[in-house]
């Protein structure tokens, strides 16, 4: 049956959060050999430091390009989990920084919440790649896209001499959320 | 056909690898697909009609030519794919090739910038439209095409994505649209750059196209969001129905533009919209440790050919095409469009090669490891070079906040022009006039009625500037109508209002601000409390509204200033707990601790130290950004006092020596307050306050001798003025001045001219809030004291002389020569004092066992007047000073001198000193923080436990401690004046 994946990376400006639905989506459109659309804040959202990113993952046609019934939503601030929380669909995930977002949402969804900002400073000690650590949480809880096209795509992606720590960054997103679905079995993919 | 660029496929692999890693997607298309192309070309007999290896000039027939000879539909896509990769690789290696020939060949590196751009912009443009129109061939064949047009929207410079808008002819067809958009769309992000459809994301309901009725349903009753429009106003069509872009275009985009003697509510709108956009990013403080080019200048900048495009209607499809168009027909504004142009090639340029080198992020990180290498490979390409040591990206990153700052100066500049005609066409202006004109409805109702339509756009100075014109009669027409509201209708309006102003926070509290000036009583009123705490009580807590008001800071220092300063404690704490908050990131982190330093300090300052806050910081509100800056605050005050001689007119140096005293006073406070030296805000306080005090007698006497003949004039040498108190002791903090004019002389003409200075003078010190005194005025009626009037005084001694004398032992000399002091203290102070000491000194003695057998009938606690308090110590030091026939103001000096001649008792003096002092800080930090009262409420000590403990290195928890701390040293300064005292065979 035909599917349609809906994920929305949200945050502040800075957070790096566009090129992960970049990444996203091009690991789903050229290495994958699926469809998928990418968008990314704009006009008076964009501004005021705020920050959106929307990647649609389908394997047929996306007929319709806005994401409204989110499947995967990440949170990297407060303010972006109070203003996308309600858009995620019955049995959707939330995604929170367990730092920044301290206030997580109530509602028919799986909240999973992990340390993606301390981990990036602590384990790699670098404070910008949060945003790939995100993208390897994303991964191990959506499991849309394969890990190669994910690594594929970030590869050809990102700052030259800069894939090493972003390859290592993804693993350590997919280590935590591999550790948080063995603390909570059933939500396993 | 024409040649253009060739280059072997080998070099052209291994120079698109020195590009960013982005371009590996082009890489490996060309690696698996060139030989297939090449070979179905050759097989065609088309090899010599498509270039491969060169710049192709017409690069849609080449596709077309290639779809051609291609299987089916994937076969088509795979071959175009592998070609638009070629071209594309082509295109941006010529692009650099002829940026660095011109460089070197050029001396206005601007003009090569230009030519870069455009020429790049030109050509990727038309191999994208060129890739788009053959796709959308295979994927929605002519003959089945409904009624569109696709529209190249944004910029149309950069290559990351291509933003587009596409109108349709209704709903009917739209589905065969939106199955082909989407393949097309699918199709570009695997191999050309990602397509955004924010039009349609904004404009109807679904689909990726909107037709011209869902632009009217959306468009048609508010003017909705400043940036969406400037996109839709960039339209230019790429290919489709020209017709319904005509159609759209005279039927939705002409009506932003401006209409002499038309209709200009859209293009009013616009201009408030973006006016507002470009004054948040002219005073957004950039990161120290990031580069944004679009955030730092280009937003801005673009904004503003914005306001200027729609309003001289200037035909352009790019920002420097609109740019250019000005500069060439704007002689009077040439420099600031040529700063312009330089920021805008500059930041345009950079912004380009750093995503085209690196990555394609608009945030550049400066800790990152490899980025100096990374700024360094622009900095090349841009034609930097290192020299003298200076690395070539050291010099980049010079000018790329260089380039800003130049940004920002045109675009203040040029905003001040836009904001000018908005004023002369705003049709919200000339309704407001209307109805002051007309005088009926209600002003505060109809004015937010008619806002409405302009809801989320942010500049409202013109309309502020209305209200608060000098004649008021708007401002007064606005209180009135809303204050007589009934309480029902004030708190509907109030949460329209409040409502109004959470998008524009900075037109709601100048609105504030300005009921406020306009009536002072105001603020005491119900209506007034109300309308405020709606405001704050539903303030919403995210990054964009406290970003707003932190920015606020930097454009409207004064505004916040006046703001805050009207906030009740309550409503202080709640709007502190808002900003206060930690889950709200903020970008500026300066804006926000200032903004919470003076928040903070209004709210736990006492009212004596917010009079000179308040007025300090209104009248020198750019200061307000450098409030916790006290090396920039000292040199600011030692810039407005050098400058008080630069100012024309004695009432104009009159006054602006009133502020630099508010200014002093205010740092010296806020010094004390973050927990300075306490010897060292006394020192740079008497400094100010001397300085003050001497200017203002010169300027005085200058006002008064403009009146007088030149033999009055020498008249002066025979005035002085001597400060008492703690102003003679050079402390800070007190409450009043007490003063002491000396007239050597009886002439009844002179002590008319010293009445006048004196009268004078004391109205100048009342302005500051402080009350002059004048001991001796109340004993002869005037504020001169003759040294007639002393000697008869003192022959014809009353039993509370003794005041009199310790005022004039321990006074200080302000204005006055030597020989005068001399005289005074030969004619007063030796026969008076001195001769006299044994007296006076059991009279001091008397007056503090006096005061300590009645305070303890007191249920209060009173730092000044308590056993082993101020007083107690103060007189103590008067006693020995006559002991001694010593006359000066108490001071460590003083102090010094007493245990060198004083042996016997030289530590208990020095502990009595030291306590003293810790007295006296406590009792600064009372009155700063809590109260100008010496009756403490120990319960408020916890107010100043922070800066006594950062300044004196102590760890007092609680008021309770502090308490019992003051307590024990009253009680040791007891024992120890008793016994300083005795010594002295002098018993209480």
């Given amino acids: 049956m035909a599917f349609r994946y809906e994920i929305r990376l949200s945050g502040a400006g800075g957070q790096g959060l566009i090129l992960v639905g970049k990444v996203l989506a091009e690991a789903a459109a050229i290495y994958d050999g699926l469809n998928a659309t990418q968008s990314q804040s704009y006009g008076p959202e964009a501004r005021g430091g705020a920050s959106r990113s929307e990647v649609i993952i389908s394997d047929t046609d996306i007929d319709y390009p806005k994401a409204e019934n989110i499947d995967i939503l990440l949170a990297l601030t407060q303010e972006a989990c109070d203003k996308y929380g309600s858009d995620v669909k019955p049995d959707g995930i939330i995604v929170i920084d367990s730092q920044t977002v301290t206030n997580p949402p109530a509602g028919n969804f799986t909240v999973v919440s992990l340390p993606i900002l301390q981990s990036a400073v602590e384990r790699l000690g670098k404070f910008v790649v949060a945003n790939i650590i995100a993208l390897g949480v994303i991964h191990k809880l959506s499991n849309i896209v394969s890990e190669e096209a994910i690594k594929s795509a970030i590869r050809s992606r990102v700052p030259k001499g800069t894939e090493e720590i972003n390859l290592k960054a993804f693993q350590t997103g997919v280590d935590l959320a591999t550790e948080w679905l063995k603390n909570h079995p059933d939500h396993a993919t | ?988």
């Fill in chain 2, 1 to 988: 056909m024409k040649t253009t660029y060739f280059i072997t496929f080998t070099d052209l692999l291994t120079q698109a690898r020195e590009l960013g890693n982005h371009h590996s997607k082009y890489i490996n298309n060309i690696e698996q697909n060139f030989d297939e192309l090449l070979s179905l070309l050759d097989k065609d007999n088309l090899s010599n009609q498509v270039h491969l290896l060169q710049l192709a000039p017409n690069p849609l027939r080449e596709m077309q030519l290639i779809a051609s000879c291609a299987a089916d539909s994937a076969h088509q896509r795979r071959l175009l794919a592998s070609y638009y990769a070629l071209q594309f690789l082509l295109l941006d290696l010529k692009a650099l090739n002829m940026l660095q020939l011109r460089l070197n060949t050029t001396a206005n590196r601007y003009e090569v910038y230009q030519q870069f751009l455009m020429q790049t912009g030109n050509d990727f443009r038309r191999l994208t439209a060129a890739y788009m129109n053959v796709l959308l061939d295979i994927f929605l064949p002519k003959d089945l095409r409904p009624e569109f047009v696709i529209c190249g929207v944004g910029t149309r410079v950069d290559q990351d994505d291509i933003d587009l808008g596409i109108i349709d002819a209704g709903k009917t067809e739209r589905p065969i649209l939106t199955a082909a958009f989407g393949k097309l769309n699918t199709e570009m992000l695997k191999n050309a750059s990602t397509l955004h459809f924010h039009l349609s994301e904004h404009v109807g309901t679904e689909g990726y196209s909107a037709s011209i009725a869902d632009y009217h349903q959306l468009l048609d009753h508010s003017i909705g969001d400043c940036v969406i429009l400037s996109e839709m106003l960039n339209a230019v069509p790429i290919l489709g129905n020209l017709d319904l872009f005509q159609q759209f275009k005279a039927e939705i985009l002409e009506r932003y533009y401006y209409h002499k003697n038309g209709e200009n509510k859209y293009h009013e709108g616009l201009l408030r919209g973006l006016l507002g956009e470009i004054r948040d990013l002219l005073y957004f403080v950039p990161s120290e440790t990031t580069l944004n080019p679009k955030r730092d200048a280009l937003r801005m900048i673009k904004a503003l050919l914005f306001t200027l495009k729609t309003w001289k209607h200037i035909e352009g499809t790019t920002s420097l095409e609109v740019l250019n168009a000005i500069r060439k027909g704007n002689r009077l504004r040439r420099e600031q469009f040529d700063q312009l142009y330089q920021a805008l090639t500059f930041f345009e340029s950079f912004r380009f090669l750093y995503q085209l080198f690196v990555v394609q992020e608009e945030e550049i990180v400066l800790t990152a490891n490899e980025v100096s290498d990374n700024l360094q490979k622009i900095a090349i390409v841009m034609g930097y070079t290192d020299r003298n040591f200076v690395p070539a990206y050291k010099q980049l990153l010079v000018h790329y906040h260089d380039h800003r700052q130049l940004a920002c100066q045109a675009t203040a500049a040029i905003m001040e022009q836009v904001s000018h005609h908005l004023s002369q066409t705003a049709t919200l202006a000339l309704f407001m006039n209307r109805s002051v004109l007309e005088k009926q409805g209600n002003l505060a109702v109809k004015f937010i009625r008619e806002a409405r339509f302009f809801q989320g756009v942010r500049y409202w100075d013109d309309i502020m500037s209305r209200l608060a014109n000098p004649n008021q009669i708007l401002i007064r027409r606005f209180i009135t109508d809303f204050s007589t509201l009934s309480p029902l209708k004030q708190q509907i309006l109030f949460k329209t209002y409040v409502q109004w102003g959470f998008s524009s926070p900075y037109a709601l509290i100048t609105l504030f601000t300005l009921m406020a000036h306009n009536q002072r009583e105001i603020k005491n009123t119900l209506f007034f409390q109300n309308f405020l705490q709606y405001f704050i009580e539903n303030f919403p807590p995210n990054l964009e509204t406290i970003n707003r008001l932190y920015q606020m800071l930097n454009f409207a220092p004064k505004v916040i200033n006046d703001f805050l300063s009207l906030l009740p404690s309550p409503l202080l704490t709640q709007l502190l707990q808002i900003l206060e908050q930690p889950k709200v990131l903020i970008e500026n982190e300066r804006g926000r601790n200032t903004f919470i330093f003076l928040s903070r300090l209004y709210l736990h300052s006492s009212y004596y130290f917010r009079h000179f806050l308040q007025r300090a910081s209104s009248t020198y509100a750019d200061y307000l950004l450098s409030l916790d800056n006290q090396p920039k605050l000292s040199q600011m005050a030692a810039g407005l006092y050098r400058n008080l001689d630069n100012f024309e007119s004695l009432p104009e140096k009159l006054h602006r020596l009133g502020d630099y005293y508010d200014f002093e006073f205010m740092r010296a406070g806020l010094s004390l307050i973050g927990g300075a030296a306490f010897e060292k805000v006394n020192r740079d306080f008497t400094y100010f306050s001397d300085n003050y005090l001497r200017m203002l007698f010169e300027l005085c006497r200058e006002e008064i001798s403009q009146t007088l003949s030149d033999t009055e004039f020498q008249a002066w040498d025979n005035f002085a003025i001597l400060v008492a108190g703690g102003h003679a002791r050079r402390q800070a903090f007190d409450d009043d001045y007490d003063l002491v004019i000396l007239l050597d002389s009886d002439e009844p003409d002179l002590l008319r001219l010293g009445e006048r200075l004196a009268q004078k003078i004391n109205r100048h010190i009342l302005r500051r809030s402080i009350m002059p005194h004048y001991r001796f005025a109340e004993r002869f009626g005037r504020y001169v004291t003759t040294f007639r009037d002393l000697t008869t005084f003192f022959e014809h001694s009353s039993p509370d002389a003794f005041i009199e004398q310790s005022l004039l032992i321990g006074a200080r000399l302000i204005v006055g020569n030597s020989p005068f002091l001399t005289r005074f203290q030969q004619v007063i102070i030796q026969p008076y004092i001195f001769e006299r000491n044994n007296a006076f000194c059991r009279a001091l003695i008397t007056e503090i066992a006096m005061r300590r057998t009645y305070y303890h009938k007191l249920a209060v606690f009173n730092i000044k007047e308590c056993p082993g308090g101020l007083r107690d110590f103060e007189n103590c030091l008067f006693a020995l000073l006559a002991f001694r026939k010593w006359s000066e103001p108490i001071s460590a000096t003083l102090i010094a001198r007493l245990k060198q001649v004083m042996p016997s008792i030289s530590s208990e003096i020095e502990q009595l000193w030291q306590n003293y002092q810790w007295l006296k800080h406590i009792r600064d930090l009372y009155r700063l923080l809590v109260a100008t009262d010496d009756q403490f409420h120990i319960d408020h000590l916890g107010e100043i436990l922070g800066p006594l403990n950062k300044s004196r290195q102590t760890e007092f928890g609680s008021p309770l401690e502090l308490e019992k701390a003051i307590n024990q040293t009253t009680a040791q300064n007891v024992k120890l004046i008793n016994a300083i005292l005795q010594m002295l065979d002098w018993s209480i």
